[in-house]
């Protein structure tokens, strides 16, 4: 095996982060539904996202769609009970996925800032509002 492609060479630009420990006992007992997942996800991107340097930003890369499909996230939500909102930039045009909780399969990618003159920005939570349902 050729010397620049070992595995060390390879891990030296990952960020290693460790999962959250979350408090169980205040996510509801359902772990299928939206609101649970959008608290697990909210909770290992605030991480990954505070082991980066200023210089980078999250990228999201989505695998279930026959190819890898990145995406620039700017905001995800949910609606009850099971779908998962992603609001963001695929190849610098404006996309929406909406996605159930069965189908949930990305990767967090560290990114060089495609603006880095600008402030850094981190990914929006926002919570639903259901109580008319």
Known sequence: MDENYSLNNLRMNIPQIE??????SVIPSNFMWSDTQF???????FKFEDSLDDEHDVLVMFTNFGQSVVMQVTEIGYEKSVLMIFKGYIIGQRATLIQHVN????????????EPEKPKQRIG???????NN
């Open 19 to 24: 999962p959250p420990v979350l408090d169980l």
């Open 39 to 45: 608290e697990l996800i909210k909770e290992y991107i």
């Open 103 to 114: 189908q949930l399969n990305f990767l967090l990618v560290a990114s060089p800032r495609m």
């Open 125 to 131: 939570f926002k919570l639903v509002d259901n109580s």
